[in-house]
């Protein structure tokens, strides 16, 4: 019950101060034809994940060569990054890791040099999909960016770690401060939180697109970071981060990855400027990509978000396997929400309430339904009463003890929107709580962000917007158009 224990952390919650939901009276509800053109499109991409893209997941994974953000990394804290990590065919590995101080990416600050070596193990038995690794560092070295950065992070060594930068010692572009080293037995890291978990935990994915021609991409999906600061360096993953692209496939086609593929700890890339365009949250969004939670649950998001009355609608889809194929049971939610307020500590970011005040739950498969069915009575829906593809209202019961999903319930987020390179609008959710609880006091409030979500369908234009964005449309010309149009259609029968 791992599984459902975390699952929506919806988990509890009571409602607040009336002014947070300052709801603007209902409009007219003007009969929404442009719907019935829209659905079709949000459906068409929560059911080919990836454009449909053939992916395979090999165990255990191959993971020599060099792979790299593909952005500018959000972590918990925040902390912003982007990550550069080379495997040998020795087993040996070099990862650079490039920090930063502000949310584009374009003020490194300093940078991380780490050496060590790379054993996969076995299967991993909680998180499916994945392979367990165990790694030993033998060198940690930061190279500062600023005599402020060096100023902060030696204060912080310090403590611990005396005459890691001798006193009165000026900062010196270029120089490699030693932070752990094997062959003098000294570890420092522990003074700035660092960890490598991360490696203990590996997933590979190649993605074809049969409507590119020749189109490989690899994505190497490296353990999570723990959402809570205090937990980090003990923290083992059970899920992931976003994922490093190979940079063998990947680099022509992404400007970004040639800057961070070709910088090292003296050069770090400095990311060019993200469109931030002034779109709402209103419109509907949907999953890229099969997305993994920590402890363990795979699944898909398909969000509506209503401007004129501040609703919102989710369809959580939950699958049993990592490439989102086996459903086990979809939760569809709605509520209001908060107006956005300009986030103080994560810059970038906008701060919001929601209120999620009813729920229903469909359960399918047998092992949901004989977990729904013999709970305790008055917990979750009708008790008894669950079958395989039924839907029932869990709002009578509170919410469903069974799922973990208590209502009503509010939750304290945050998003931002970006344009990707292509011209798509992604929608960056909050990170849940690693520990599976529900962020619903603002002192949760996430500091990082879950995979995006992709527009599917907005205001204005929507669906021509969507059409011509639609990555399998673009370069191909009028075949492709056709081929793609023509499993649209038979995706509707
Ligand atoms: C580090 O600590 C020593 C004493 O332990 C002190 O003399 C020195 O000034 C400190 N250096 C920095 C850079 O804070
Ligand atoms: C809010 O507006 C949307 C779109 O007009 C409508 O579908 C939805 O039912 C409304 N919700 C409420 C609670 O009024
Ligand atoms: C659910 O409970 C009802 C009533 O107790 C029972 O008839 C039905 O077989 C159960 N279904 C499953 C799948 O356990």
């Given at each position: 019950?791992?599984?459902?224990?975390?699952?929506?952390?919806?988990?509890?919650?009571?409602?607040?101060?009336?002014?947070?939901?300052?709801?603007?009276?209902?409009?007219?509800?003007?009969?929404?034809?442009?719907?019935?053109?829209?659905?079709?499109?949000?459906?068409?991409?929560?059911?080919?994940?990836?454009?449909?893209?053939?992916?395979?997941?090999?165990?255990?994974?191959?993971?020599?060569?060099?792979?790299?953000?593909?952005?500018?990394?959000?972590?918990?804290?925040?902390?912003?990054?982007?990550?550069?990590?080379?495997?040998?065919?020795?087993?040996?590995f070099?990862?650079?890791?490039?920090?930063?101080?502000?949310?584009?990416?374009?003020?490194?600050?300093?940078?991380?040099v780490?050496?060590?070596?790379?054993?996969?193990?076995?299967?991993?038995?909680?998180?499916?999909?994945?392979?367990?690794?165990?790694?030993?560092?033998?060198?940690?070295?930061?190279?500062?960016?600023?005599?402020?950065?060096?100023?902060?992070?030696?204060?912080?060594?310090?403590?611990?770690?005396?005459?890691?930068?001798?006193?009165?010692?000026?900062?010196?572009?270029?120089?490699?401060?030693?932070?752990?080293?094997?062959?003098?037995?000294?570890?420092?890291?522990?003074?700035?939180?660092?960890?490598?978990?991360?490696?203990?935990?590996?997933?590979?994915?190649?993605?074809?697109n049969?409507?590119?021609?020749?189109?490989?991409?690899?994505?190497?999906?490296?353990?999570?970071?723990?959402?809570?600061?205090?937990?980090?360096?003990?923290?083992?993953?059970?899920?992931?981060?976003?994922?490093?692209?190979?940079?063998?496939?990947?680099?022509?086609?992404?400007?970004?990855?040639?800057?961070?593929?070709?910088?090292?700890?003296?050069?770090?890339?400095?990311?060019?400027?993200?469109?931030?365009?002034?779109?709402?949250?209103?419109?509907r969004?949907?999953?890229?990509?099969?997305?993994?939670?920590?402890?363990?649950?795979?699944?898909?998001?398909?969000?509506?978000?209503?401007?004129?009355?501040?609703?919102?609608e989710?369809?959580y889809?939950?699958?049993s396997?990592?490439?989102?194929?086996?459903?086990?049971?979809?939760?569809?939610?709605?509520?209001?929400?908060?107006?956005?307020?300009?986030?103080?500590?994560?810059?970038?970011?906008?701060?919001?309430?929601?209120?999620?005040?009813?729920?229903?739950?469909?359960?399918?498969?047998?092992?949901?339904?004989?977990?729904?069915?013999?709970?305790?009575?008055?917990?979750?829906?009708?008790?008894?009463?669950?079958?395989?593809?039924?839907?029932?209202d869990?709002?009578?019961?509170?919410?469903?003890?069974?799922?973990?999903?208590?209502?009503?319930?509010?939750?304290?987020?945050?998003?931002?929107?970006?344009?990707?390179?292509?011209g798509?609008?992604?929608?960056?959710?909050?990170?849940?709580?690693?520990?599976?609880?529900?962020?619903?006091?603002?002192?949760?409030?996430?500091?990082?962000?879950?995979?995006?979500?992709?527009?599917?369908?907005?205001?204005?234009?929507a669906?021509?917007?969507?059409?011509?964005?639609?990555?399998?449309?673009?370069?191909?010309?009028?075949?492709?158009?056709?081929?793609?149009?023509?499993?649209?259609?038979?995706?509707?029968?």
């Amino acid at each position: 019950m791992a599984e459902t224990y975390c699952l929506l952390g919806w988990v509890l919650g009571l409602a607040v101060g009336n002014k947070l939901w300052e709801v603007p009276d209902p409009v007219e509800q003007t009969p929404n034809s442009a719907r019935l053109n829209w659905e079709p499109q949000c459906n068409y991409q929560l059911h080919h994940l990836q454009d449909g893209a053939r992916i395979n997941a090999l165990l255990p994974p191959s993971i020599e060569g060099n792979w790299i953000s593909t952005g500018c990394e959000v972590r918990p804290g925040p902390e912003f990054l982007t990550r550069s990590y080379t495997f040998y065919p020795n087993r040996m590995f070099k990862a650079l890791q490039f920090y930063y101080r502000d949310q584009e990416c374009r003020k490194p600050s300093h940078s991380l040099v780490i050496k060590g070596k790379l054993r996969l193990r076995q299967a991993s038995w909680i998180t499916r999909g994945a392979t367990e690794a165990d790694y030993n560092l033998l060198k940690v070295g930061v190279i500062f960016h600023s005599q402020e950065v060096m100023s902060h992070i030696t204060a912080q060594v310090n403590q611990s770690c005396a005459g890691f930068v001798p006193p009165g010692r000026p900062w010196a572009p270029g120089r490699v401060y030693e932070l752990l080293s094997t062959k003098v037995d000294k570890d420092c890291t522990a003074a700035i939180g660092f960890t490598m978990h991360e490696l203990s935990l590996v997933r590979v994915e190649k993605h074809y697109n049969a409507l590119h021609v020749g189109a490989l991409v690899e994505k190497l999906f490296l353990g999570d970071i723990h959402t809570e600061g205090s937990e980090r360096t003990h923290y083992r993953p059970t899920g992931y981060q976003q994922p490093l692209q190979s940079a063998m496939h990947h680099v022509h086609s992404c400007q970004v990855c040639v800057l961070i593929h070709h910088s090292d700890e003296h050069h770090p890339p400095v990311l060019p400027r993200v469109a931030h365009p002034q779109v709402e949250l209103s419109g509907r969004w949907v999953s890229s990509q099969c997305e993994v939670r920590p402890a363990v649950l795979f699944l898909t998001r398909y969000m509506t978000f209503h401007a004129e009355n501040q609703t919102w609608e989710g369809f959580y889809y939950h699958y049993s396997d990592p490439l989102c194929k086996q459903p086990t049971f979809t939760l569809y939610a709605v509520g209001h929400y908060s107006r956005g307020v300009r986030s103080e500590r994560v810059s970038g970011g906008t701060e919001i309430a929601f209120r999620v005040s009813r729920a229903r739950v469909r359960p399918l498969n047998h092992v949901i339904v004989q977990m729904l069915n013999s709970s305790r009575p008055g917990s979750c829906g009708t008790s008894g009463r669950w079958l395989v593809g039924k839907e029932q209202d869990i709002t009578d019961t509170g919410g469903c003890e069974a799922l973990g999903v208590r209502l009503p319930h509010v939750e304290y987020e945050l998003y931002k929107v970006e344009q990707d390179s292509s011209g798509r609008h992604l929608l960056y959710m909050g990170e849940r709580p690693t520990d599976g609880s529900s962020p619903d006091t603002t002192d949760k409030r996430p500091t990082s962000y879950q995979p995006p979500l992709l527009r599917c369908a907005g205001h204005h234009h929507a669906l021509a917007f969507t059409l011509s964005a639609a990555p399998s449309l673009r370069p191909q010309g009028a075949a492709a158009a056709i081929v793609f149009l023509f499993s649209w259609i038979l995706n509707l029968i």
